[in-house]
């Protein structure tokens, strides 16, 4: 298993910012949007069962085609949907503007943009088109983490895996399918976090797992090469209230054909 780096969120937003510009970093290539635009279903997926409601301990994944970045959740504007179309700065605008694999409740919203524009806060063009996605995660983390405890996790939920460089693809594998599993203990040490995912598109598999400690509420766990580079996991712990936590899951994964792809995923424990 690749060694796993364990930073502050404060040192993860930090670095990012500094090594990567603006919080993200190139992780992917060109080749990620097809210059072939096919129809476009219209309408967003998924559903959620209660809007998401953010406080100050609001944080963010966002993994798009060429950049992952993960912050504060200082905004944050959501749709009738469910879906998400302002984070921390980022929009996703268009018309239409189109979100897939929405999930969510009171202590998360997830989904992937898939039809619009996304636009950084600097007013930079990070995504345009259909054919690349935009991975996102709004969640709260904890106020404090327990001593001691073994929680069971659900299967999760996931955005579909979408293409982001390595070995040519047909038509039909910029997207794919991912189930997986994780799982959440607490120790003195802090929160052992661990999750495996699998991956598949057009014809083709791959998994990737990672592990890593959280020693306070809002550290991140990063395995692989997550950053920068095509096989890796980013991990964190969330509030789902009551005594119960998600964990937050980022992942790039490459399949058997050399293809490269990347998701979220976030799982409900207790």
């Not at 054919?131 to 659900?154: F, I, V």
């Not at 998994?207 to 550290?219: F, K, V």
């Amino acid at each position: 298993m690749s060694k796993a780096y364990l930073l502050s969120s404060t040192l993860f937003f930090t670095t990012l910012l500094t090594a990567c510009g603006g919080g993200s970093s190139s992780s992917g290539s060109s080749d990620a949007v097809n210059p072939v635009t096919p129809p476009v279903a219209s309408g967003d997926t998924g559903s959620i069962s209660a809007p998401f409601a953010n406080n100050a301990n609001g944080r963010y994944l966002l993994l798009a085609v060429a950049s992952q970045s993960t912050g504060p959740l200082t905004t944050v504007t959501q749709g009738g949907t469910g879906a998400l179309s302002a984070i921390a700065g980022t929009t996703f605008t268009g018309t239409p503007a189109i979100t897939r694999e929405i999930s969510g409740d009171a202590s998360f919203a997830q989904g992937r943009w898939f039809t619009g524009t996304l636009t950084s806060s600097g007013g930079a063009t990070i995504m345009t088109g259909n054919n690349a996605s935009a991975h996102y995660t709004a969640y709260k983390t904890p106020a404090s983490l327990p001593a001691s405890g073994s929680l069971a996790c659900d299967a999760g939920s996931f955005t579909a895996p979408s293409y982001v460089g390595g070995s040519a693809i047909g038509q039909n594998a910029y997207f794919g399918t991912a189930a997986g599993r994780a799982t959440l203990s607490f120790s003195a040490a802090g929160a052992a976090l661990s999750m495996t995912v699998d991956a598949s598109a057009g014809g083709s598999t791959g998994s990737i797992s990672g592990a890593g400690l959280a020693g306070t509420p809002a550290s991140t766990a990063i395995t692989g090469a997550f950053l920068g580079g095509s096989t890796g996991t980013l991990l964190a712990l969330g509030d789902a209230g009551a005594g119960r936590y998600l964990l937050i899951g980022g992942y790039k994964v490459t399949l058997a054909n050399g293809a490269n792809y990347q998701g979220v995923a976030t799982f409900r424990c207790s």
